[in-house]
Nanobody, 114 residues
């Protein structure tokens, strides 16, 4: 059973930074890709960014240039570095891993105050 545990969320002022972590149970090389999603109150869950097993990264237009996804294979961890945060970045952030199945973490709350 795959487990993903997110951490690092919190309250930050606009313009600030946070780094989220997603710790996977086991080797993250078995996943084709790992992704970060977010869901704001009353809105649909949206894709924030992707990192493939080969290390390629892709970002939603709303976060491109501000957010960076990286991975530490030795630690089975994927990170989401978030800079220049805006109030509209407020959401619950979820980690997702994909191979033949989709796996989700429980989410971590990020709140950006204006």
């Amino acid at each position: 059973q795959v487990q993903l545990v997110e951490s690092g969320g919190g309250l930050v002022q606009a313009g600030g930074s946070l780094t989220l972590s997603c710790l996977a149970s086991g080797n993250i090389f078995r996943f084709n890709a790992m992704r970060w999603y977010r869901q704001a109150p009353g809105k649909q869950r949206e894709l924030v960014g992707t990192i493939t097993s080969g290390g390629s990264t892709y970002y939603a237009g709303s976060v491109k240039g501000r957010f960076t996804i990286s991975r530490n294979n030795a630690r089975n961890t994927v990170y989401l570095q978030m800079n220049s945060l805006k109030p509209e970045d407020t959401a619950v952030y979820y980690c997702n891993a994909n191979n033949a199945n989709d796996y989700w973490g429980q989410g971590t709350q990020v709140t950006v105050s204006s």
